[in-house]
């Protein structure tokens, strides 16, 4: 074979092997484009379903979704129409099955409309009688079959006899009942039997599981490493288990939760060795890496019930690398000075039990009144196995206050009391459903270390329930009562109740409510009632809108209660560190009708 021969040979197989690549090139762009360009256009066939609704309607539509090629350059092409209408039937009943109806009977028209040149497929369903449930049989074997939990999970309300057969809730009971066995420490958990039985001639069905739990996981020991200069006994408190109880991921998710929200770590990783060979008990590795131990964080803010404020606060997490806690800060607002020293030592059996010591200076310089406190106070707390939290409580203050701009003589008080809290909420941040409250009783008899003797008792609640629509309704109440045989000025001005502002009753001032002397001046009262309705509509998940109603007012008699009513409007932009709010109040039933603009952050909870 001649040279040139050859060169030409070799050409016309380079053009060729060149054709079909770009020929390839192009049916692949072709490809791509042609769906995208069709989906651009108007598609000119539509889908009307009738006979079945809701959720049988919605699966009807998602399962006859029209091929792009019906519709080319706009116009139908009746070949592919001809063979998707024959398909309709097929997918109708696979599409309605899942639901129990295996019997319908699907009929298909088109209609062309000459004047918009369109074209519609009417699918008319009857869907027939459905399959119902005749016999359920579950059985659970094994080590947990006799596990409560699991027992009252055989009687699955959507799964029951008489009912439809529907694959979504059959799916749903097995999955529970897995998912269940896991959370009690079953993790090799498996059905050994799974099957429905059809009887289509008669619309029944027949349910047969049968769950073998295997056997029942412990946690085992646990290593924690990472925070070499935290003791062990404090690093122990924040797990959510002990070796040798049931395995469970859902305590070790809360361990994780424990130590991060404790802010002394960085990063926690909590890792159940359970890969590999079967180990049981499972053990538990835990690496932490601890944050800075010494914090240092300034800040600034605005409320009007406090004016622009400045705080500064330092925090020491490890004294003495014994976990013990010191917590100093000062706070210079227009209206209220302050600086505090908290010292705290952790409980070494729960994560909420604690002991503190506190130092305050406080200095309050409002339009009704003007003090000075000093106060030492040493706290215990403690959470109760049902959630409910307690806190004792000794307080020792030396106050100076002065009304009307005349100071009055010194007051001191010994002051032992108790709290009692409990809070339940869905959401820390940003609640929809929940409630809280809170009981203070406390007192002083003059023959210990204070100039008077009373007893008070004061109880707050609040509650948030989700409503339809997007809204939620919020409600607030306060009361408190003083038992005191002297005078109202025997009692220091720090122990008076006081309503108005941000978080009482909103449209007037902060604090400037309450009893009054002779020359009209607000000297506050023995006792305190106040409530609020809030009705909040959210917009998206950061912002909600609201409209409020406050009412309520400090008295000394019940026969000289006053109530003062406040009204408004309301904007919420919710953060991580707490909502802002901005409240536009006015002043409901006086005779001179007043505005007031309400601005805070931080939770009102």
């Not at 070796?243 to 990063?267: H, I, M, V």
């Not at 330092?314 to 976990?323: E, I, P, S, T, W």
């Amino acid at each position: 074979m001649s040279s040139s021969h050859s060169e030409h040979h070799l050409n016309n197989h380079l053009l060729s092997r060149t054709g079909q690549i770009l020929l390839t090139v192009t049916c692949g762009l072709l490809l791509v484009i042609s769906p995208a360009a069709a989906a651009k256009q108007k598609s000119s066939l539509q889908l009307q379903v009738s006979g079945v609704t809701d959720e049988l309607e919605e699966n009807v539509t998602t399962a006859l979704v029209l091929p792009p090629l019906l519709a080319r350059s706009g116009r139908i092409e009746p070949r592919w129409l001809r063979r998707f209408v024959q398909q309709v039937p097929a997918l109708v009943s696979e599409a309605l099955k899942p639901y129990g109806y295996y019997h319908a009977q699907t009929t298909t028209s088109t209609e062309t409309f000459n004047d918009s040149d369109k074209t519609r497929l009417n699918v008319a369903i009857v869907p027939g009688e459905p399959v119902r449930i005749k016999t359920l049989t579950i059985t659970i074997a094994g080590p947990g079959e006799d596990e409560l939990a699991l027992q009252k999970l055989r009687e699955f309300r959507p799964l029951q006899e008489g009912a439809i057969l529907r694959q979504d809730y059959y799916e749903i009971a097995k999955g529970a009942l897995l998912a269940r066995c896991i959370d009690l420490g079953y993790l090799r958990a498996a059905f050994i039997r799974h099957q429905i039985l059809l009887d289509l001639a008669n619309n029944r069905a027949e349910i047969d599981l049968a769950l073998d739990t295997g056997p029942l996981f412990r946690f085992g020991a646990v290593t924690i490493s990472g925070a070499p200069n935290y003791p062990g006994n404090f690093l122990r408190r924040y797990l959510a288990f002990n070796p040798g109880q049931p395995f469970s991921y859902a305590r070790t998710g809360q361990t994780q939760l424990n130590f991060l929200n404790s802010d002394r770590f960085r990063t926690v990783t909590v890792t159940p060795l359970t890969s590999g060979e079967e180990i049981n008990p499972i053990p538990v590795d835990i690496i932490l890496e601890p944050t800075a131990r010494r914090k240092l964080r300034p800040g600034v803010g605005f409320g009007t019930d406090t004016g622009p404020r400045f705080t500064l606060q330092y925090r020491d997490l490890n004294v003495q690398q014994r976990a013990h806690e010191l917590t100093t800060e000062l706070m210079i607002a227009r209206q209220r000075q302050q600086l505090t020293a908290s010292y705290v030592l952790p409980g070494l059996h729960n994560i909420n039990n604690q002991t503190a010591l506190h130092l305050g200076a406080e200095r309050d310089q409002l339009d009704t009144y003007e003090n000075r406190i000093y106060s030492a106070e040493i706290e215990r707390q403690k959470i109760f196995l049902n959630g409910n939290q307690g806190a004792l409580f000794l307080r020792l203050t030396q106050e100076d206050a002065a009304l009307e701009g005349k100071r009055t003589s010194r007051a001191q008080m010994l002051i032992p009391g108790f709290r009692w809290s409990r809070r339940k909420l869905n959401d820390e941040l940003r609640p929809s459903s929940g409630y809280q409250y809170q009981l203070e009783v406390r007192g002083a008899h003059e023959k210990v270390v204070s100039d008077t003797t009373l007893l008070q008792t004061i109880v707050s609640a609040s509650a948030v329930q989700r409503l339809p629509w997007s809204f939620q309704l919020i409600g607030r109440v306060k009361g408190a009562a003083t038992l005191q045989n002297g005078t109202i000025d025997d009692i220091p001005v720090s122990l008076r109740f006081f309503t108005g502002g941000d978080r009482s009753v909103r449209g007037y001032a902060y604090q400037s409510l309450g009893p009054t002397d002779a020359n009209g001046q607000v000297i506050g009262g023995r006792h305190l009632l106040i409530g609020s309705l809030e009705l909040e509509r959210n917009i998206n998940e950061d912002w909600a809108l609201a409209a409020f109603f406050d009412t309520g007012n400090a008295f000394n008699q019940r026969a000289d209660f006053e109530r003062y009513d406040g009204a408004g409007l309301a904007v919420r932009r919710y953060t991580p560190v707490g909502p802002i709010k901005l409240d536009l109040a006015r002043t409901v039933g006086q005779p001179k009708v007043s505005y007031r603009l309400h601005f805070s952050i931080g939770f009102g909870w």
